[in-house]
């Protein structure tokens, strides 16, 4: 079963820049991967779409996202990345790595990495 561990997050003054990333491990091979992408859940708030990106690169964003986040992924280290620039302080939530499991046909969730962005 595949697993998914975030990493890279943490505090950043308003303005800043931070690199997400998200690792699948356990059994698989990097064709098992399909979709990947990046959600997030602020204080009080539902989770909802940050990015995503097929396994032939396509990418989708949040429209209030675009220009600011970019997701990229290296199949061969089973990896995805969320680059996040311009961070806001409304920016500042728990960030979920998700990915479509083509062995099992589930999706699988990361336990999330917290990213503070201060004021």
């Known amino acids: 079963q595949v697993q998914l561990v975030e990493s890279g997050g943490g505090l950043v003054q308003a303005g800043g820049s931070l690199r997400l990333s998200c690792t699948a491990s356990?059994?698989?091979?990097?064709?098992?991967?399909?979709?990947m992408g990046w959600y997030r859940q602020a204080p009080g708030k539902q989770r909802e779409l940050v990015a995503t990106i097929t396994s032939g690169g396509t990418t989708n964003y949040a429209d209030s996202l675009k220009g600011r986040f970019t997701i990229s992924r290296d199949s061969a280290k089973n990896t995805a990345y969320l680059q996040m620039h311009s961070l806001k302080p409304e920016d500042t939530a728990v960030y979920y790595c998700?990915?479509?499991?083509?062995?099992?046909?589930?999706?699988?969730w990361g336990q999330g990495t917290l990213v503070t962005v201060s004021s």
């Open positions: 356990g059994r698989i091979f990097s064709a098992a991967i399909g979709t």
């Open positions: 998700n990915a479509y499991d083509r062995i099992t046909g589930l999706e699988v």
